[in-house]
Every structure is written in structure tokens, then in C-alpha cells.
């Protein structure tokens, strides 16, 4: 794994050597997704659609086109979003009426359908999803997946009769969040933004951060609830069961290409980087030992070999290009593939195979009657450790202090010491003082939707920065 110094000199080049992107392209911010990155990409894309059509979501997709009009309708969110949208003007030769704009997220291209779709209370709870690109004119220097101009993401948005049926959303969101994170082996924080950070327009804001190897926090998504501030301007209403005419509450989740910044950042060690079986692009190479002496009798076992792992439902692959098998080695293992299944004469004629774990590099001999069910354990074993190593590394850097004066600011812009989660009275004077004088950003207080113990307990604490007593953990980072 590159050290905290090391990393954003190696994340640059190794996104790119990797072949998982190419940034050449003449557009500052928006990059070419190659085979490899968008296999991975797909991936993730397709575990999340598996969680949100099984907890009764359906998938949609809108326009990527927005009129001014319709975007400038609530107050708060417009003026979050002005200074990154980009405008289309002209349509041919023509000056369009009516601006259009690239969605930078898509509340104000819905919520207008939205209000013609909801009628009475039998439409509710509508939950709907999309995988698209949004557009953000970023102004910070660009790294790719982590800071880009394009953005491939998912959002959910959801309407639901009162604000507590919405509340049951967002538990649900939590719940689909903790089994997405751990097929991918990311752990997280979850923390309530500050007021002053909360997404423009919402009642309040889940954030979700992972720890990079800078030492540095990174939002790889977020949850919010918007009670009713979008459906008063948009005019979502529905006939409850008495007659009455009520505005919906409503509630978003999304995360972006961002998992593929931090599965490449998180999992990484000197030979390269590690993928998660549940996402990797292959999760299996199998690597045929040809010597001079039965090269035909090998490759068709490989063949069969395939074949077999292929019908299991396993995302497999043959490497039969005429290279030493040491090269092949090295280009899965710096590819991150989960696993590898060597075969050579010797190993048809004992009928089993070799098998290699990339995060351990463990070896063992496997007979082939049993190599499936081997397989799968060893893709769970996989699995476990990374996420096992990542909490680990989670754990160390959060540091708990009790005074404001005990946190240590690394002087350097590209790295941080950790995230430092301290005790704190809930004033917002308070709150401010630490970013004032610590430099760092808040991620807000650690929800009892996540895994609150990462932050440590506030209990008979005093608050870092006036001594009164605690009411909450605070947490508090340099965000990438
Ligand atoms: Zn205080």
C-alpha cells in the first residue's frame, strides 16, 4: 500500500497504467471509462440495482436535459448549484427560449413528473432509482473517479405520506448501505452534516466518508431527507384517506464512481490492487503452465477448466496469450484479480489444481471434484479479509481526543494525520471553533444508523472546546 505521501502520485499514475481509464481525452474532468474500469464500474452498478429492485424500488430514466424554469424553482437548491452547472443556449442557429441546463443531480428534472404521478395516498410510497451522468463544473483540480466533470452515479428518490414513513426509508437506505459497502469491503463513517454542509435543500444529510491513504476523508455518497422543501415548490401533493390534500415527504440516496476511487485506494498493497470477488471484473485467472511436453493436453484442460468455472456463474478468464506464466503473474496480480488457478501437466495428471489468493498470497492444491465449492469459500475468505484490513486501517486513523488542543494538523496540503472525532456540548459556536481552529472540515455527528463506536463515547465527556458537558461525539477531517 503507498504510504500517506506516496498516494496521490500513485493513484494518478496507477488508474491509468491499469488501463481502468484514460485521461487524455480533450476535456478537462471528463474521462474515457476503458473495458477494464467499466467492467468494474458495471459491477458495482449491478449489485446496487440487485438491492434497490429487491426492497420494492423500480428503475427509471430521465432526460439529462433541464429547463432553467423547472431547476430555479426551490430557492436553496439553485443557489447550491449555480456555480457548477453547465448551460446549453443555442440549439442550431437558434437562441433557445428557455435555457437548458446538464443535470448536476436530478430533484429538479423528477420532482415536476413526480407531482403529475402522485395523486392519492394509494401512489405512495413511489420509489424510483436511476444510473445516469451528471455534470458538475468542478473548479478544484480533477483526479479521476474522485473529482470529475462527469459523474456516473446512482440516486434514489422516494415520496412517502408523512415524515416518519420517510424516516423508515432512510433506516431502509442505511440497511442497503451496510450490505452494498461490505460486498464492495469499504467501511465508512455515517455522520449528520452540519447544518451549515447539508445538501442544498435538505432537512438534514447522511454523509458517508471513507478513509483514504493520505489520511484524508473522502464523501463517497450521501442520504437525505427533504421532509417537505421540494414538494411545496413542486407542488407534489396527494389525497390522503379523509380527503384532505397533503404534501409528500421525501428522501434521496446516491453514491458515484467514487467506490472505484476508494476500492483502488483502500485495497491496494506494493504488487498493485486488490479487487472485492463481489465486484471484481474477473474473479478468477486461470493461468496454464505449458512446457514443451503436452502444451495441447494443457490448454484443453484450461479450455474445459474455463468452461466449468465459467457455468458456475463465476466471472472467469483464460490468459492463453504465448507469455511466461511469472509475466501473467504479475499483470493479474497488479489488476487485482481475487484469484488465480495455476495448471500444468503435473496437476492434470493428479487431477486437482493450484490455487492462488491475491490478498494473501496463500497457495494450495485443490482436486478438481471439489474445485468449485473451493472456490467460492475462498472468493468469501476474499472478501472478509479485505473488509477485516480496511476496518483495521479505519479504526487506527480515527483519532479520539478530548481537547481540541490534542489535534496535530499535518502541515502538508496532500495529507492528513486521520479523521479526529472529539466529545462536544451540540452549539454550533462550538462547532465552527473547531473548523476555525483546526483547518479541518466537519463530517458532522456519527449517526446511530452507522457504526457509531468507530468515534468513541461522549459519555461523562466535556465538550473539546467550552467544557460543558457532552451531548454527542463530533467528527472532523481534511476531506480529499
Ligand atoms: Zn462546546
Redesign the pocket.
Known amino acids: 500500500m503507498p504510504g500517506r505521501e506516496e498516494f496521490n502520485d500513485w493513484y494518478n499514475e496507477i488508474v491509468e497504467r491499469l488501463e481502468l481509464t484514460d485521461k487524455r481525452y480533450p476535456i478537462k474532468g471528463m474521462n474515457v471509462w476503458r473495458p477494464y474500469g467499466w467492467k468494474l464500474m458495471r459491477n458495482i452498478d449491478s449489485l446496487i440495482r440487485h438491492e434497490f429492485d429487491s426492497t420494492g424500488h423500480d428503475e427509471v430514466l430521465f432526460p439529462l436535459l433541464i429547463p432553467k424554469d423547472q431547476f430555479a424553482k426551490e430557492a436553496e437548491h439553485i443557489k447550491g448549484f449555480d456555480s457548477e452547472v453547465y448551460w446549453i443556449t443555442h440549439a442550431g442557429l437558434n437562441k433557445l427560449d428557455v435555457p437548458l441546463l446538464l443535470r448536476p443531480t436530478s430533484e429538479t428534472a423528477m420532482y415536476p413528473m413526480f407531482s403529475l404521478w402522485v395523486r392519492a395516498h394509494t401512489d405512495l410510497p413511489l420509489k424510483i432509482y436511476q444510473l445516469v451522468n451528471t455534470f458538475r463544473y468542478e473548479t478544484k483540480q480533477t483526479r479521476a473517479f474522485i473529482r470529475v466533470r462527469e459523474i456516473h452515479f446512482f440516486e434514489s428518490h422516494t415520496c412517502h405520506v408523512d415524515f416518519e414513513d420517510a424516516e423508515r426509508q432512510v433506516d431502509e437506505d442505511t440497511k442497503i448501505l451496510r450490505r452494498f459497502a461490505g460486498k464492495l469491503c469499504i467501511p465508512y463513517l455515517l455522520c449528520k452534516r452540519p447544518d451549515w454542509d447539508k445538501f442544498a435543500g435538505a432537512f438534514y444529510t447522511l454523509g458517508i466518508d471513507a478513509l483514504m491513504p493520505n489520511g484524508k476523508a473522502l464523501q463517497i455518497g450521501s442520504i437525505h431527507q427533504y421532509k417537505e422543501n421540494f414538494s411545496r415548490p413542486y407542488d407534489i401533493q396527494y389525497e390522503d384517506e379523509s380527503g384532505e390534500h397533503r404534501y409528500v415527504h421525501q428522501t434521496t440516496f446516491g453514491m458515484s464512481e467514487r467506490l472505484v476511487g476508494t476500492i483502488i485506494g483502500i485495497h491496494s498493497d506494493d504488487k498493485g490492487i486488490i479487487i472485492p470477488p463481489a465486484v471484481a471484473p474477473y474473479q478468477l485467472v486461470i493461468v496454464p503452465i505449458i512446457s514443451k511436453k503436452g502444451a495441447v493436453e494443457v490448454m484443453n484442460a484450461a479450455t474445459k477448466l474455463r468452461d466449468e468455472i465459467a457455468s458456475a456463474g463465476i466471472r472467469v478468464h483464460l490468459d492463453d496469450r504465448g507469455l511466461r506464466p511469472g509475466n501473467k503473474y504479475y499483470h493479474w496480480e497488479e489488476r487485482g484479480v481475487p484469484l488465480r488457478v495455476e495448471i500444468g501437466l503435473r496437476d492434470i495428471e493428479k487431477n486437482s489444481v493450484v490455487l492462488v489468493r491475491r490478498d494473501t498470497g496463500e497457495k494450495s492444491f485443490v482436486p478438481r471434484s471439489g474445485l468449485i465449492t473451493a472456490i467460492q469459500a475462498a472468493m468469501d475468505a476474499v472478501e472478509k479479509n479485505l473488509w477485516d484490513m480496511a476496518e483495521e486501517k479505519l479504526k487506527e486513523n480515527i483519532l479520539i481526543v478530548d481537547s481540541i488542543d490534542d489535534v496535530v494538523i499535518s502541515e502538508d496540503e496532500d495529507t492528513a494525520s486521520g479523521i479526529y472525532s472529539m466529545p462536544?456540548?451540540?452549539?454550533e459556536?462550538?462547532a465552527h471553533?473547531i473548523e476555525e481552529k483546526t483547518g479541518l472540515g466537519l463530517l458532522g455527528v456519527p449517526s446511530n444508523r452507522g457504526n457509531p463506536e468507530y468515534a468513541g463515547s461522549y459519555e461523562g465527556k466535556k465538550?473539546?472546546?467550552?467544557?460543558?458537558g457532552?451531548i454527542s461525539m463530533v467528527m472532523a477531517a481534511k476531506s480529499m
Open positions: 462536544w456540548c451540540g452549539s459556536e462550538c471553533a465538550c473539546a472546546i467550552c467544557g460543558k457532552a
